[in-house]
Nanobody, 117 residues
Framework: QVQLVESGGGLVHPGGSLRLSCAAS????????MAWYRQAPGKQRELVAG???????NYADSVKGRFAISRDNAKNTVYLQMNSLKPEDTAVYYC???????????WGQGTQVTVSS
């Protein structure tokens, strides 16, 4: 099982940037396709960015061109660089294995991102 700790969230003005980090432990991190998700109040959790173990990336249309996912397998860490943030990006952000490939039994606490003027 993979344990996950997300960090890097905060309050940012529209147009600003944040870089989220996700430290993973407990399994062979580099073997997994990983993803970032977010859940806004009153909405379902959605996948915003994915990265395969081989380095291929994919993004939700709502964040394409603004967000970038990356990983450092040596550090067991996944990153999400978020630029040109909008108020609608406000949510709790989580990382995890990519649920399109794996069953997910555990979620970390996530990190809150608030975009507001």
């Amino acid at each position: 099982q993979v344990q996950l700790v997300e960090s890097g969230g905060g309050l940012v003005h529209p147009g600003g940037s944040l870089r989220l980090s996700c430290a993973a432990s407990g399994s062979i991190f580099s073997n997994y396709n990983m993803a970032w998700y977010r859940q806004a109040p009153g909405k379902q959790r959605e996948l915003v960015a994915g990265m395969t173990s081989g380095g291929n990336t994919n993004y939700a249309d709502s964040v394409k061109g603004r967000f970038a996912i990356s990983r450092d397998n040596a550090k067991n860490t996944v990153y999400l660089q978020m630029n040109s943030l909008k108020p609608e990006d406000t949510a709790v952000y989580y990382c995890n294995k990519d649920l399109r490939y794996y069953h997910i039994a555990y979620w970390g606490q996530g990190t809150q991102v608030t975009v507001s003027s």
